[in-house]
């Protein structure tokens, strides 16, 4: 599974940097993408229903010391 962390980045970037990433990989292959930005929530569940090249297939957050972590898990299409 690939990682990209973009803690710090407010929307669009998560997006961006995730769509860069997801070109770059095979069918099949899983990019876990470790995000500070709520807003990316939403962000990643509207552009998986309407990307050609990824899934979402799983949504979580936990804790960072007092900090909130945005974990998104794509899968290549």
């Known amino acids: 599974m690939r990682k990209l ?3 710090g980045a407010k929307c669009p970037m998560p997006i961006v940097k995730a769509k860069k990433e997801i070109d770059q990989m095979q069918p099949g292959e899983l990019l876990e993408v470790t995000a500070t930005d709520p807003g990316s929530v939403p962000d990643f569940k509207g552009w998986a229903l ?3 090249t990824a899934v979402l297939k799983e949504q979580r957050t936990e804790k960072e010391g007092a900090t909130e972590i945005y ?3 794509l899968e290549r299409k």
Do not use: G, L, M, Y
């Open 5 to 7: 962390d973009v803690r």
């Open 50 to 52: 309407t990307s050609k």
């Open 71 to 73: 974990i998104h898990v």
